[in-house]
């Protein structure tokens, strides 16, 4: 260690404090997470987090002291190589392959001065993608899969996981735990699969980006702002998986497009003072144009076959809001016609739900209730606060203000979020009035 | 009059359980801490201690162990070197620590002149004189 200590240790100018890029530490610990795993293998995941965790620590011990390494990437790479090989040594269960690795380790590039990348690009790639069909292992459960994958490929603590999923740390811990035991008993390889495997293992991969996205979307709020990585997280992630032959596929396209298209206009869901926004109350110059490019590029990738997955339709009517430029341009009956073909193959009450509201608007607010009614598997939806805030909608308009109150209350119940139970009070308000109004019309 | 102070940044094994975003943003904010006090001159210098070494102790050395041991309340893992006017300022100075949200502590030491045994019959020897 001691040598890397003296090539950094030429303070940088008094009064110029080295500024690092944003989240290095937490998307370098991820990179690294997947070098070792590739090293010590995947029985071995909680080792290899453990030596990028100390890597990071020692950058925390002497960086303060001594400023930023020119190449700070290199210098976490460097120690983490210099800990692999001390721990290696160290234990008995290598004893066999030891050489073999140790050669391995050394192999990477020691010039951390030169700013030399230790590793080919491809290889660091590669890495992340085999570790990310190991943690989206068919046989973890799910929720265990995007625990694992923001624990180990996105360098999340077990803390700030339980945080942004709304749960405890100690669940997440066990889950975590759990995860790399199902690991070792299956003996699951560190390796991106190939031939017919691969399809099947995709399917999973994808899926599980998609709850990883829409876990962040769904509720969020800026109250928590880790919710919003999870988004970028998937997104880097699926970023990588086009990338990669293994990957580039029409689908993964449509799940990128689907999340850049979304993630594009979170700037302007919440007003200053952290308020959640509708999509007709938002300012549309404050979406990001230039990921609404990236998101249409990637719609117009996906569109290669003959393949419409549930991707390519969440993507295609994300696609609809994006290009309307205001709400009252939005074309609902191309969003209704996508959102058609969807229940078709995801007939799912969230996503009726989401179509109902798309019928209010083609076909007037009485079909969108109409719609409501008949969702199947609606028990589902019974403490989900949208479906009473939509209702409630639909009757405003219809001009029954007391049903419209009636669900209002039962939503501001129901939602943990604060700036929801703001907006649908206003609503509330709105609602009581106009009643109020009606009474007195009446007694006159 | 100025004079000298150590800070000394006891405990290892604190930041064991941070997130790396929290790591980063911890190792930012010292950085600025201990650049901030080098410009104003307050600060002449510091470094970090790595973890691990040996206690030697027992007539002649004869106890030779490794040590402080890895995670230690204790354990010194750097410190810095004041210019400051007093006691106050040293101590003003420690709380700005970023570290002490997480259970880092600060200890404050004036740098004593010279050897204050010696300091002290000196001065016993003086008020003899006077008397």
Excluded at chain 1, 38 to 43: L, N, V
Excluded at chain 2, 26 to 40: D, G, N, P, T, Y
């Amino acid at each position: 260690m001691s040598d890397l200590a003296a090539s950094s240790a030429n303070p940088p100018p008094a009064g110029e404090v080295s500024r690092l890029a944003e989240h290095l530490f937490r998307h370098e610990a991820g990179k690294l997470v997947s070098i070792l795993t590739g090293i010590f293998g995947t029985d071995r995941l909680q080792l290899a987090e453990d030596v990028v965790q100390e890597s990071l620590a020692r950058a925390l011990q002497t960086w303060p002291f001594y400023g930023v390494p020119k190449n700070p990437a290199a210098w976490l790479m460097q120690t983490a190589r210099n800990l692999a090989i001390d721990v290696i040594r160290r234990e008995k269960s290598f004893h066999e392959k030891e050489p073999e690795i140790i050669t391995t380790i050394e192999q990477w590039s020691t010039d951390t001065d030169a700013g030399s990348q230790p590793l080919f690009d491809s290889e660091i790639k590669d890495g992340r993608l085999r570790l990310m069909f190991a943690c989206c292992h068919p046989q973890l459960p799910h929720e265990a899969q995007t625990a694992l994958a923001l624990k180990t490929l996105c360098g999340f603590s077990p803390a700030e996981i339980a945080k942004a999923f709304l749960t405890s740390e100690a669940a997440i811990a066990k889950r975590l735990v759990r995860a790399r035991q199902r690991i070792q008993e299956l003996k699951i390889p560190f390796e991106i699969p190939a031939g017919e495997n691969l399809e099947e293992r995709l399917e999973v991969v994808l899926h599980t980006l998609y709850l990883l996205f829409n876990e962040g979307y769904k509720a969020s709020a800026g109250e928590n702002l880790l919710r919003e990585d999870l988004c970028f997280e998937a997104i880097r992630l699926a970023t990588l998986l086009v990338e990669h032959p293994a990957g580039n596929q029409p689908r993964t396209h449509a799940l990128l497009a689907l999340m850049m298209l979304n993630g594009a206009r979170f700037g302007a869901r919440q007003d200053s003072a952290g308020n959640l926004l509708r999509l007709k109350d938002q300012d549309r110059a404050h979406w990001n144009r230039e990921m609404i490019a990236r998101g249409l590029f990637h719609l117009d990738q996906a569109a290669v076959g003959d393949e419409a997955t549930k991707f390519h339709l969440e993507a295609g009517i994300s696609a609809c809001h994006c290009a309307a430029e205001n709400y009252e341009a939005t074309d609902w009956r191309q969003i209704l016609a996508l959102y058609d073909a969807l229940i078709a193959v995801d007939n799912t009450p969230v996503v009726a739900l989401n179509r109902a509201v798309a019928v209010a608007k083609v076909r007037g607010p009485a079909a969108g209730l109409k719609a409501v009614d008949a969702i199947a598997n609606a028990d589902m939806l019974d403490s989900y606060y949208l479906l009473y805030a939509i209702r409630a909608e639909f009757e405003m308009e219809l001009g029954r203000f007391s049903a419209a109150a009636n669900n209002l209350r039962r939503a501001m119940q129901l939602t943990p979020i604060k700036s929801e139970v703001t907006l649908l009070a206003a609503k509330l308000h709105e609602c009581e009035s106009a009643e109020g109004q009606i009474d007195r019309g009446h007694s006159q | 009059m100025n004079s000298e102070y150590m800070l000394l940044f006891r405990g290892t094994g604190w930041d064991k359980n941070l997130s790396p975003e929290e790591m980063q943003s911890h190792a930012s904010k010292f950085m600025a801490w201990f650049e901030r006090l080098k410009l104003e001159g307050k600060c002449k210098g510091g470094q970090p201690l790595q973890r691990e070494g040996k206690v030697v102790s027992g007539k002649g050395g004869r106890n030779v162990v490794d040590g402080p041991f890895a995670e230690s309340k204790e354990a010194i893992g750097g410190y810095f070197s004041l210019t400051v006017a007093d006691m106050d300022e040293a101590v003003a100075i420690a709380k700005g620590c970023p570290g002490l949200d997480y259970g880092l502590q600060v200890e404050v030491r004036p740098v004593a002149d010279g050897c204050p045994t010696l300091k002290l019959a000196e001065e016993r020897l003086a008020e003899h004189a006077m008397a």
